[in-house]
């Protein structure tokens, strides 16, 4: 990819500028110099070292409509979903932002589709920007990893979520709480690495918690004697 070199203005009519000209040009050429550092950042920069404003957070409230005729084995329509959905109190949910035009998206998709068995957690997907039809073709030629499937056709979704291109994946806690952002394709090492770990992480703090509420019954029987004891005998 080729590097653009920035160029100042030539002075017009060969006459030269007055130090008042110049002064009233220096604030617009440290604005350019501080834009054109934040696109490079942007667009040649990697996202994978930008981190995630959400992480710790619950995710924004959003809802993505489900994407027609992509049904289940049984043919019935496969739902979108929401923020809502994310925060059931049940399951871990992987929410993975992805197009059939992405060629990274189609690098994961074997992959995506083991998710499930392998790790236990529900998957989701957020279909950006794409059509429909090939959205539904793609699904029904390489299989379809996700339990409920929404659409982001105008890609605000992914503003609020902070994407940076596509493909993203979120690990989502069982109230809503981000927990994880990888950019990128998920592949067997982000798996290892990165996804699993923070799947384990979650699941023994869920534990712990759900230890910590729960009421002890039993505790103190043993020293404590029935209320209706008889007393011994003479």
Known sequence: MSETTHQDPQPQGGEPSSKHSWGALIPVILFGIVAGAFLIALFWGNPGQLPSTLIGKPIPQFYAP?????TDQTGAQIPGFGNKDLADG?????????????????????????LKQRLGVRVYGID???????????????????????????????IELGVYGVPETF??????????????????EIIQTLIKPAIVAANRKHQMRSLANTPHSNQGSATMPPQNAEKPAG
């Open 171 to 188: 690990l989502i806690d069982r109230d809503g709480t981000v927990l994880l952002r990888h950019p990128g394709p998920v592949t067997e």
């Open 66 to 70: 489900p994407v027609p005729g992509v």
């Open 90 to 114: 049940n399951n871990l949910t992987l929410v993975n932002v992805w197009a059939t035009w992405c060629a990274s998206c189609r690098l994961e998709h074997p992959v995506l589709m083991t």
């Open 128 to 158: 950006y920007k794409d059509d429909d039809t090939a959205a539904r073709r793609y699904l029904n030629v390489h299989g379809n990893p996700f339990e409920k499937l929404g659409k982001d056709d105008s890609g605000r979704i992914a």
